[in-house]
DNA sequence: ATCTAAAATTAGCCTTGACTAATTTTAAAT
DNA sequence: ATTTAAAATTAGTCAAGGCTAATTTTAGAT
């Protein structure tokens, strides 16, 4: 077992590396994300390497190995499970989740793990959209259309709609997101606002209502090493 | 919150000076308990001195104050509504629950505490039949026969017998167990073996079996300050 | 090509909670 | 009343993981 730190290190710089293309973590970004110094984090980049949990060239950045990989995704996956426990299970409010997921997630075994991942019906999403990596440390690969990455905004296909009233189904024939095509998520309004895409040659605008039932992937050139998503939760 | 260490400390402190009337334990019964050196709960003591956890008289022992019983039974609350969520909900086996507990129970807030004890029908006893103190710190006064105290044999009076077939009722009245009557537990065989019970003037042996389900409750003026049962789980 | 500000690192200190070794206190046996 | 062995305490060390202050490296502006 690791500690909490070492484990809030790893989960940072996954977040963090896989958050832009170039795959390096920053000195200061690490110690913003986790509300400590410069000093200490340059301090524990050097333990982490002896552990073999990072590849750390000083003054450039941080790169994860397979092993530090590992790790990250391990808790990102006992985080996301638990959210998703406390949330359907336990009943809490959505923001009750975060701190209480934050802690336990490094406290709780492989068999704890197992076993609510087992109540939970092998969920792929925690109940914020985000997507639980296996136990293998792959990501599912759909994902909310909402939640698509918008900073480096890539080809998505549209993979699943859970919602196939009639209705429903025929809105989306109207606007041109089925049947099934790639689109281009361009912006996102905060505060649940809707999002703009690119279909084909045009624009389109999608409410939020709307945006939470379709169900994207990425384009399959676009996938580099399973790190498809990196948003925080 | 308090760190994992000093909780751990209070629980042992708490435990051992509950198993004998004195109240005071000893540095180096610490010490075994939780497999550390004398010197290190030495130091441990003065810090916990400091913090107003126990009141310790160098070379004599320590007493809990009432803010470290109150730690204390906190942890132990937690340990055992744990045990029995891990049991009773996500079917942990008999020997995958300590550990488990052992652990969580140190990092789950007041929240989910409370949201495992509702779920659970607000238990008073874990799955080893161990009494869970309520959230203010009170014992429940009745327990299984089978674990009340034996190295400080004390008078106790039937309280429950869950199971009301007309077959198990007449074998209690047959051997003198009902109507209620008080009685003192002499000794105990250990894997499951009988208990020999005093009943008046004559001794009985009751077997494992009977004995898992008559519960207890220790004759009023044998209670000093809540501390009835000190069974470790 | 040089200068400079931001980023990163190093050096040194602190607390927690272990450890060992040395010392002090207590209590039991003579 | 001494002696002595066990128990307890003190002194000093170590690793984690924070911190501040001082220094070094990098990269961007001139």
Redesign the interface.
């Known amino acids: 077992m690791y500690t909490e730190s070492v484990e809030n290190y790893l989960k940072a710089i996954y977040k963090l590396s896989s958050r832009q293309g170039g795959g390096y973590a920053s000195t200061k970004a690490i110690a913003e994300v986790l509300e400590v110094r410069s000093a200490s984090v340059s301090k524990m980049l050097q333990r982490l390497e002896k552990m073999g949990m990072v590849h750390h060239r000083s003054y450039q950045g941080v790169q994860l190995t397979s092993q530090g990989r590992r790790i990250a995704l391990r808790t990102i996956r006992r985080h996301r499970l638990l959210e998703t426990y406390?949330y359907e299970v336990?009943?809490?409010s959505w923001e009750?989740l975060h701190?209480?997921a934050e802690?336990?997630e490094?406290?709780?075994?492989d068999?704890?793990e197992a076993?609510?991942d087992e109540?939970l019906g092998f969920p792929t999403h925690d109940p914020h959209g985000d997507p639980i990596p296996s136990k293998e440390g792959k990501m599912p690969d759909i994902q909310h259309i909402a939640l698509a990455n918008v900073e480096v905004p890539g080809e998505v296909v549209i993979a699943r709609v859970p919602d196939s009233s009639a209705q429903f189904l025929c809105y989306l024939k109207e606007v041109g997101l089925l049947p099934k095509v790639s689109l281009k998520v361009l912006r996102k309004e905060p505060f649940n606002g809707p999002l703009l895409v690119v279909l084909g040659d045009r624009e389109q605008v999608i409410g939020r209502e709307v945006a939470g039932k379709i169900w994207v992937k990425k384009k399959r050139d676009l996938i580099d090493g399973g790190r498809i998503d990196e948003e925080n939760s």
Do not use: N, V
Not at 106 to 109: A, G, K, L, R, T
């Open positions: 406390l336990l009943g809490y009750q701190s209480e802690l336990l490094h406290y709780i075994s068999l704890f076993k609510i109540a």
